[in-house]
């Protein structure tokens, strides 16, 4: 059997959901640079939303996702290291949409109180300095003075414990990007883009962290790179979980994540580029 799916053209580009399937095996776009990036077992974690397989309605991973509308209580780790972000609590469970232009899917995140938390216990690289990149797709649907990206700690500036990416309202609607060096809030890299984000546009977000490389991109551009840090880097296992869509002190996401992942090392130019272009084309942006 041979099925070729139905493609959305993005300013010339094209988005497919699934790939051309040949004798019923399905092979999605983004799977690819997926296992490129964890070829080497690198430690990390990948969340799809177009990936029905990986979601269920409940924490406990019994009800499966089918259709859109339906709440997600936990998604599953694609980088195959068992990171999986859940949520106990159903009404903090964001909500399975589609975007109708591009056919993506994205999770919906209310402001209030959706969120998901993965276990610490594989995250130590977001502290230890040994590297780490990101990448982020999402659009904001209101302010509610930052919206929490990811974040393993308080995310205000100058007391943040862990490791946060957020967008900050109150100043000029800027992106942060901060790691800590250990639990008593004593700050390791904070660095800010001022980067006037509107609720109205959809944007990738990727980042670089390493001794003494911190990097920031938006929508394909770099927007910050710095080598300034104070004092060490954390190089004991983390006492923070990672918390999706809200820090553990609030500051809550209003509005639609694509997709979200990262490894434990510094991604090649073509890498980063590869993903950042699918990430794009699901959120409508243009690179």
């Known amino acids: 059997m041979i099925r070729t799916p139905l493609s959305t053209v993005i300013g010339g580009a094209f988005w497919t959901p699934g790939a051309t399937v040949i004798g019923g095996t399905s092979k999605k776009t983004f799977d690819q640079p997926i296992q490129s990036l964890f070829a080497?077992?690198?430690?990390?974690f990948?969340?799809?939303p177009n990936d029905l397989s990986t979601m269920f309605q409940d924490a406990a991973g019994?009800?499966?996702?089918?259709?859109?509308g339906q709440p997600v209580g936990i998604i599953l780790d694609k980088s195959g290291r068992n990171n999986h972000a859940r949520q106990t609590t159903s009404a903090s469970r964001p909500i399975l949409r589609k975007n109708a232009i591009t056919g993506a899917n994205y999770l919906e995140f209310d402001g209030f109180d959706d969120y998901f938390v993965v276990l610490r216990d594989n995250l130590k690289f977001l502290h230890d300095g040994t590297g780490a990149t990101g990448f982020v797709g999402f659009k904001p649907s209101g302010f509610t003075v930052y919206h929490a990206l990811l974040s393993t700690g308080n995310?205000?500036?100058?007391t943040s414990v862990g490791y946060a990416l957020a967008q900050d309202d109150r100043f000029w609607n800027r992106l942060i990007l901060n790691m800590v060096a250990n639990g008593s809030g004593t700050m390791h890299v904070n660095n800010t883009y001022d980067s006037g984000i509107a609720s109205a546009n959809p944007y990738v977000v990727s980042f670089k962290n390493q001794i003494s490389?911190?990097?920031?991109?938006?929508?394909g551009a770099e927007v910050l790179n710095s080598s300034t840090e104070s004092g060490a880097p954390n190089t004991s296992v983390s006492s923070y979980h990672?918390?999706?869509?809200?820090?553990?002190?609030?500051?809550?996401?209003?509005?639609?994540?694509?997709?979200?992942?990262?490894?434990?090392?510094?991604?090649t130019a073509s890498e980063t580029l590869a993903i950042e272009k699918e990430l794009a084309k699901r959120a409508g942006v243009t690179l």
Do not use: K
């Not at 019994?62 to 259709?67: K, L, N, Q, S």
């Not at 995310?155 to 100058?158: F, K, P, Q, S």
């Not at 490389?213 to 938006?218: G, I, K, V």
């Open 40 to 44: 080497n077992n690198e430690q990390g």
């Open 46 to 48: 990948v969340y799809d």
């Open 62 to 68: 019994t009800i499966p996702v089918t259709a859109v």
């Open 155 to 158: 995310l205000a500036i100058t």
């Open 213 to 219: 490389t911190h990097a920031l991109r938006l929508s």
């Open 242 to 267: 990672l918390w999706i869509g809200r820090s553990p002190s609030g500051f809550a996401m209003h509005g639609n994540l694509y997709g979200m992942l990262c490894v434990n090392r510094l991604t």
